[in-house]
């Protein structure tokens, strides 16, 4: 079992940048793969970035390419999202998720994959 609290949220101008963070708790976080989604309203959820147990892969959706760095501190059972030259289209909800799966290869990267959830962080981009 693991519980994810959101926090960094917030309030940015077209182009400027915020840090995410995702803390957890549960003694066996540093063996989960994690990831972030986000929803804005009307749409559906959909997937941001997912990063392996020890930090050693990550995966983009090509919108937040080169943007957004996923990372991960198991030290500190926490999970960061810096996002940088922020658009308005990037303004949602932001949940990060925990799979309890062991992945030699790949990471998830869809909802159902992740059977763990936070509450979510708003993210607002004005233009």
């Known amino acids: 079992q693991v519980q994810l609290v959101e926090s960094g949220g917030g309030l940015v101008q077209g182009g400027g940048s915020l840090r995410l963070s995702c803390a957890a708790s549960g003694r066996t976080f540093g063996t989960y793969a994690m990831g972030w989604f986000r929803q804005a309203p009307g749409k559906e959820r959909e997937f941001v970035a997912a990063?392996?147990?020890?930090?050693?892969?990550?995966y983009y959706a090509d919108s937040v390419k080169g943007r957004f760095d996923i990372s991960k501190d198991n030290a500190k059972s926490a999970l960061y999202l810096q996002m940088n030259s922020l658009k308005p289209e990037d303004t949602a909800v932001y949940y990060c998720?925990?799979?309890?799966?062991?992945?030699?290869?790949?990471?998830?990267?869809?909802?159902?994959?992740?059977?763990?959830w936070g509450q979510g962080t708003q993210v607002t981009v004005s233009s």
């Open positions: 990063i392996s147990w020890n930090g050693g892969r990550s």
């Open positions: 998720a925990a799979d309890s799966r062991i992945y030699r290869t790949g990471l998830p990267s869809t909802s159902r994959d992740f059977g763990y």
